[in-house]
């Protein structure tokens, strides 16, 4: 019995076309291209049509809460796009860039899996074009600049180091580096303060960046991102540092989107890289906008399950960019279903039906909670080869009772030959045209009205409780003016409560706003509910103990 390749086997073994042909498929000029070598290209923005957008399908692929080690959502959202394309449609995939974190800890990169991956699949989790890298710069320069002026003598802005909220961040997941103490070692090195670093993809210069519509508008996000306070409580804004102009110029480049290929050889677009349980996990508003501009159909996904990624693509970044999805694609797995049915980890593999039934319940609130924003979504059952048919007829069928169509993806299995059925599905509910998006609230609604909303429609909770500190700090933001941008709720990815033991569908619950953090430069207020990782740490046995590079810059273990 043959042994299914590697997805870096598959990778490496595709036919790979130069990248003038992929943009030729797009009508794009070769000249027009700024080349990352033969097979990676930035486009310029002025290849934005707004008018092309408003004909033009969007697509959002969300899926359910997902086990730890994701459910297939870039892989469906791949996949599907190769199945659109087989079907003659002009169909771009747009999506995120993954972050070093978790390539070299536990989940893996993020360019899909199997016979659905954009390649060259190394380069893309490995610093890709350097977008990652030009965040981080852009992100410690800021860091810089504000730990410079604390300890000026001339052009102070008198700065109380104990309220400053921005930390340095790297793309690596360094437990170590969470918490910690700068500035030590005398007078010449700096006013001595507290500290710590993020991961990359949590940076509010990732947010900006996705949030950002042109150069223009990048330097107004920058320049108002929320620093601290005075010793006299005066807010200070990276503005007031003239920050903004030098950090733009780090992110000249970053702005613009990535173009590269599907193993089929159609286009794909990636760009950006913000996580979805700390921050509003979709690519940027210009890549989105760039594939609505030069295909007719684009597929993008929004991170973690749709109670994340989905609510906040909708709630936040449509509202920003003026867009509205066309459909929804829910990713589900068998093995999802058996998780939220109580199976342990070592019988996701193992078929049982009541599992299956029983997790169900999980799919069941995601379906109402996208026809709560006018979507009728399809199910996408990204299958694996332990799924029986007995669990996976169970799903379309109750899927059915809820007016649902939930059909199986073979993508990682069979490239586009294994979603053409998903991608004729999804193609009729857009042509039927009975799906109208509308947001979920009206973001003039009070702080405490908006995650009430989200709490109560999005999670099923009873109600919400705040923390003395989160009562103080909506204060502050009200006084700041803060109180009227939409909302970015941190929590945990693995359930629709703020505990991620609560599986399934939890009910008779309530959640707790911890504290919150401002997000002023992305747009949005960010409650935190529970203890959230800005900084991950490594696992035990980290994937990057299996990874190395021959002498011919080969290269084996990733994934």
Not at 449 to 467: C, L, T, W
Request: aromatic letters at 6%; a neutral charge.
């Amino acid at each position: 019995m043959s042994t299914f390749p590697s997805d870096l086997e598959i990778a490496q073994n595709a036919p790979i076309r130069h990248i003038k042909e992929i943009a030729a498929k797009l009508g794009i000029d070769a000249d027009d291209l700024h080349y990352y070598g033969k097979h990676k290209a930035k486009l310029p923005l002025d290849l934005i049509n707004e008018e092309k957008i408003k004909k033009s399908k969007l697509i959002l692929v969300s899926a359910i809460n997902p086990t730890p080690a994701g459910e297939g959502k870039t892989t469906v959202s791949i996949g599907l796009n190769e199945g659109l394309n087989k079907i003659g449609k002009k169909s771009i995939v747009v999506l995120r860039e993954p972050s070093l974190g978790p390539v070299f800890g536990i989940k893996g990169g993020a360019a899909g899996g199997g016979y659905s991956q954009v390649i060259p699949m190394e380069d893309i989790n490995l610093h890709f074009t350097g977008d990652f890298a030009a965040v981080e710069k852009a992100n410690n320069l800021l860091a810089a600049l504000i730990d410079n002026n604390l300890q000026s003598k001339t052009r102070s802005l008198n700065i109380d180091p104990r309220t400053i909220v921005w930390k340095r961040v790297m793309d690596m997941n360094d437990r170590a580096l969470r918490h910690i103490v700068i500035g030590i070692g005398g007078t010449a090195n700096g006013i001595p303060r507290e500290d710590g670093f993020n991961i990359t993809a949590a940076s509010e210069i990732m947010a900006i960046l996705c949030m950002s519509k042109s150069i223009d508008d990048l330097k107004v996000h920058l320049g108002n991102i929320f620093i601290g306070f005075t010793f006299d409580k005066k807010p200070i804004f990276a503005r007031d540092l003239k920050a903004e102009g030098g950090m733009a110029l780090l992110l000249k480049d970053a702005i613009k989107p990535n173009l590269v290929q599907t193993l089929e050889g159609n286009p794909a677009i990636i760009h950006g890289g913000p996580f979805a349980n700390i921050a509003q996990g979709t690519n940027t508003i210009i890549a989105t906008k760039m594939g609505l501009s030069l295909g007719d159909y684009v597929v993008t996904e929004a991170g973690f399950g749709a109670d994340l990624g989905a609510e906040k693509f909708m709630n936040i970044k449509c509202g920003y960019a003026g867009l509205k999805p066309d459909t929804i694609v829910l990713v589900a797995t068998v093995r999802a279903l058996r998780h939220h049915g109580g199976a342990k980890k070592d019988e996701y593999n193992t078929p049982d039906i009541n599992k299956v039934k029983k997790g169900f319940e999980n799919l069941e609130k995601h379906i109402e909670n996208c026809k709560k924003f006018g979507i009728t979504p399809v199910v996408a059952i990204n299958r694996f080869a332990n799924d029986s048919t007995e669990e996976m007829d169970y799903i379309t069928s109750e899927c059915a009772k809820h007016g649902v169509q939930a059909v199986v993806s073979e993508g990682f299995a069979k490239g586009g030959n294994g979603t053409t059925n998903l991608a004729e599905a999804v193609v009729a509910v857009i042509e039927a045209g009975k799906n109208n998006f509308k947001p979920l609230y009206d973001w003039n609604l009070s702080v405490e009205e908006k995650i009430n909303i989200i709490a109560k429609e999005i999670y099923g909770a009873d109600g919400v409780e705040f923390s003395s500190t989160a009562k103080s700090q909506i204060k502050t933001i009200n006084e700041l003016g803060f109180n009227k941008l939409p909302v970015c709720m941190a929590k945990t990815q693995k359930s629709f409560s703020d505990d991620e033991k609560k599986i399934g569908r939890p009910r008779n619950f309530t959640i707790t706003v911890r504290e919150f953090e401002y997000a002023a430069g992305a747009g949005f207020i960010i409650p935190v509910l529970g203890e959230i990782m800005r900084m991950p740490g490594l696992p035990a046995i980290p994937a990057s103990e299996n990874m190395d590079i021959d002498n011919n810059g080969v290269i084996t273990g990733l994934s």
